[in-house]
């Protein structure tokens, strides 16, 4: 047996372990066989550690893939005490395309997890009539969805998951199955893969550490 057939399943159980061990299983429910991907997303937000998260399947969710809210019966708590649901699509129709979570390739499922808890970071910010009115706005606002959508996508990014987020939006864009009316929908409410890259180089300088030099004598 080739000695990359053994590396490779041994160190994706060590990535496995290292994110399970930065994040609190103890208040985050998911299903098992998304878990691998739940635990990489999650791993990226350590602001999170202490937020109650369920993450749920639901046979069909309308005009999205998955969906965040505060869980009904902790709306009305302190917003640092507030719960949220994810919920998951079991069946994916986008025009006449037709998807199962199981035909979703891991790295965009990781993005998409990536983009909802984004919006988990914006709520977490939010009071309860924030909230309320954001709800209202969201239903019949499209340049408030814009916005928020870009909000949650700037978060995704700026918390390291810049690649992940670009691989789910190539996974539509590049899709030659669907329509380009549907496509630019996606553009003109999302972040654009040209913006993601911008966003992903700024966060790489940012990082970057200052280089001091010493001045010629």
């Given amino acids: 047996m080739p000695l990359t057939s053994l590396i490779k399943p041994i160190l994706y159980f060590t990535i496995s372990m290292v994110s399970a061990q930065n994040i609190n299983l103890d208040n985050k429910i998911c299903p098992e066989s998304i878990k691998k991907e739940v635990i990489e997303a999650i791993s990226f937000y350590p602001e999170l550690y202490d937020t109650a998260i369920e993450f749920k399947f639901k046979d069909n969710i309308k005009k999205s893939t998955m969906q965040a809210q505060p869980r009904f019966a902790s709306f009305f708590k302190r917003k640092e005490n507030r719960e949220y649901v994810i919920l998951i699509s079991r069946n994916i129709q986008i ?32 009071t309860n009539f924030g909230m309320l009115i954001f709800g209202i706005k969201y239903l019949f606002s499209s340049a408030h969805i814009k916005e928020v959508e870009r909000t949650a996508d700037t978060y995704a990014v700026a918390h ?58």
Avoid: C, Q
Wanted: proline letters at 3%; glycine letters at 8%.
């Fill in 95 to 126: 025009e006449g395309e037709h998807f199962t979570m199981e035909d979703i390739p891991s790295d965009v499922k990781v993005g998409w997890l990536g983009h909802e808890l984004g919006h988990v970071m914006d709520y977490r910010e939010r």
């Fill in 160 to 217: 390291g998951m810049g690649d992940y987020i670009l691989k789910t939006k190539n996974f539509i864009l590049d899709n030659a199955s669907l329509s380009e009316k549907y496509k630019e929908r996606i553009r003109r409410l999302y972040i654009s893969p040209e913006e993601v890259m911008e966003l992903i180089n700024e966060n790489k300088v940012e990082e970057e550490p200052e280089i001091v030099g010493e001045k010629g004598s």
